[in-house]
């Protein structure tokens, strides 16, 4: 009879705490799982929303401070084509860090808080178009949908001119809308958050290209990076089931930007007008999808109701940027936000980019904007002490 060889003892000590630690983490995303299942959170009323590239303690503090919708950026999804395999990529994300996050805030008192995750990015991948809608939203859903409220849309554009994803195919853009429309039917939020030239009110022109340049523009017309209402195609042929549009205010040399640093306009006059704009044409104007026949979609006109728009700012890091990224001091959003208000006229909330940057240059965007837009009714007792 062979001999039967044990493995040292110090291996088989370390195979047990292996087998311990997986066999807890199972449980505890088991019981996450059971706590979660078959709930779906709605998207608060008003809603400040921040974006979060990794989970730390800045994220807790955000929404002790009041931000009430995170998004977790940036997730992949994609097929291996030699062997159709699934990818599943969360790069600076930490799924299973994410999830003991959330469970602690659930015990802390913040279960109005939706958490979301994001694809795209700058110079990030554009979404797989080998896999159908209902092959994305089942492995999206499998993987994170215990975790995650739903999904936010940030596809855009490359550095690299000549970059593939600096043109939306019309396939991944009926496959963003068709995994919208899935996730939504199922409960989920969906957001997405174009850069404004990306939806741009005002603006009849098309293309699904976003290294455009505007030579007639009066204000650095050699910049190649421009988008001309790809996201408007999105939202208008499947508007029903998005909840909310984050326009960036904040892309490089924004229309925004523009409009205060080369138009002397008063920052605070800025945003009313932009409000404005959207509520005077009843969230209306026209787009000429027909400039580009690969679409096959008519002319028509493009409603975004106010219910669903959301200011999309940058925190302290675009002060380091000068002209190029717009910033918004809080007392300039405050003076516009109370106009704005007294017009019963307000937005359905504001976004910031980013979560970690909260305090440079003195900047803390969750607690000022939420003193300016009050999220939350009341806070947990508990607050404190994330």
């Given at each position: 009879?062979?001999?039967?060889?044990?493995?040292?003892?110090?291996?088989?000590?370390?195979?047990?705490?292996?087998?311990?630690?997986?066999?807890?983490?199972?449980?505890?995303?088991?019981?996450?799982?059971?706590?979660?299942?078959?709930?779906?959170?709605?998207?608060?009323?008003?809603?400040?929303?921040?974006?979060?590239?990794?989970?730390?303690?800045?994220?807790?503090?955000?929404?002790?401070?009041?931000?009430?919708?995170?998004?977790?950026?940036?997730?992949?999804?994609?097929?291996?084509?030699?062997?159709?395999?699934?990818?599943?990529?969360?790069n600076s994300l930490n799924f299973d860090n994410i999830r003991q996050l959330i469970s602690?805030?659930?015990?802390?008192?913040?279960?109005?808080?939706?958490?979301?995750?994001?694809?795209?990015?700058?110079?990030?991948?554009?979404?797989?178009?080998?896999?159908?809608?209902?092959?994305?939203?089942?492995?999206?859903?499998?993987?994170?949908?215990?975790?995650?409220?739903?999904?936010?849309?940030?596809?855009?554009?490359?550095?690299?001119?000549?970059?593939?994803?600096?043109?939306f195919s019309v396939e991944c853009l009926n496959l963003m809308g068709d995994i919208s429309?899935?996730?939504?039917?199922?409960?989920?939020?969906?957001?997405?958050?174009?850069?404004?030239?990306?939806?741009?009110?005002?603006?009849?022109?098309?293309?699904?290209?976003?290294?455009?340049?505007?030579?007639?523009?009066?204000?650095?017309?050699?910049?190649?990076?421009?988008?001309?209402?790809?996201?408007?195609?999105?939202?208008?042929?499947?508007?029903?089931?998005?909840?909310?549009?984050?326009?960036?205010?904040?892309?490089?040399?924004?229309?925004?930007?523009?409009?205060?640093?080369?138009?002397?306009?008063?920052?605070?006059?800025?945003?009313?007008?932009?409000?404005?704009?959207?509520?005077?044409?009843?969230?209306?104007?026209?787009?000429?999808?027909?400039?580009?026949?690969?679409?096959?979609?008519?002319?028509?006109?493009?409603?975004?109701?106010?219910?669903?728009?959301?200011?999309?700012?940058?925190?302290?890091?675009?002060?380091?940027?000068?002209?190029?990224?717009?910033?918004?001091?809080?007392?300039?959003?405050?003076?516009?936000?109370?106009?704005?208000?007294?017009?019963?006229?307000?937005?359905?909330?504001?976004?910031?980019?980013?979560?970690?940057?909260?305090?440079?240059?003195?900047?803390?965007?969750?607690?000022?904007?939420?003193?300016?837009?009050?999220?939350?009714?009341?806070?947990?007792?508990?607050?404190s002490d994330l």
């Amino acid at each position: 009879m062979p001999a039967v060889r044990k493995p040292p003892l110090l291996l088989c000590t370390l195979l047990w705490i292996s087998c311990w630690m997986e066999l807890t983490a199972a449980l505890s995303k088991s019981d996450f799982q059971q706590r979660r299942q078959g709930r779906r959170r709605r998207l608060p009323e008003k809603v400040l929303i921040g974006y979060a590239t990794d989970c730390n303690e800045k994220v807790a503090k955000s929404i002790a401070a009041g931000v009430n919708v995170v998004v977790w950026s940036f997730m992949e999804i994609s097929k291996e084509i030699s062997t159709g395999e699934i990818i599943i990529t969360e790069n600076s994300l930490n799924f299973d860090n994410i999830r003991q996050l959330i469970s602690k805030l659930d015990t802390e008192g913040y279960q109005d808080t939706l958490h979301l995750v994001s694809f795209g990015g700058w110079n990030g991948p554009h979404l797989d178009t080998s896999l159908t809608a209902k092959q994305w939203y089942e492995i999206w859903k499998n993987h994170v949908g215990d975790i995650f409220d739903g999904i936010d849309w940030d596809l855009e554009g490359h550095d690299n001119l000549d970059s593939p994803t600096n043109t939306f195919s019309v396939e991944c853009l009926n496959l963003m809308g068709d995994i919208s429309r899935l996730a939504n039917e199922d409960g989920y939020i969906i957001g997405m958050a174009p850069p404004q030239s990306y939806f741009d009110l005002g603006r009849s022109s098309f293309s699904r290209s976003v290294n455009l340049a505007e030579p007639d523009r009066r204000w650095h017309n050699e910049f190649h990076y421009f988008g001309s209402n790809v996201y408007a195609y999105l939202f208008s042929r499947f508007g029903a089931y998005i909840n909310f549009v984050s326009v960036q205010l904040y892309e490089s040399y924004s229309r925004a930007a523009m409009s205060v640093h080369y138009g002397k306009v008063l920052p605070g006059d800025y945003l009313k007008t932009f409000v404005n704009g959207y509520n005077e044409n009843k969230g209306q104007w026209y787009v000429d999808f027909e400039q580009d026949k690969t679409l096959q979609y008519s002319s028509r006109t493009v409603e975004l109701p106010l219910s669903k728009l959301v200011i999309g700012l940058a925190n302290g890091w675009a002060i380091n940027e000068g002209e190029k990224v717009i910033f918004f001091t809080s007392e300039q959003i405050q003076s516009a936000y109370r106009q704005l208000l007294e017009y019963g006229v307000t937005p359905r909330g504001f976004m910031f980019w980013v979560i970690g940057e909260e305090g440079n240059n003195g900047i803390e965007y969750a607690k000022e904007l939420s003193s300016i837009l009050k999220p939350r009714a009341s806070r947990p007792s508990s607050a404190s002490d994330l």
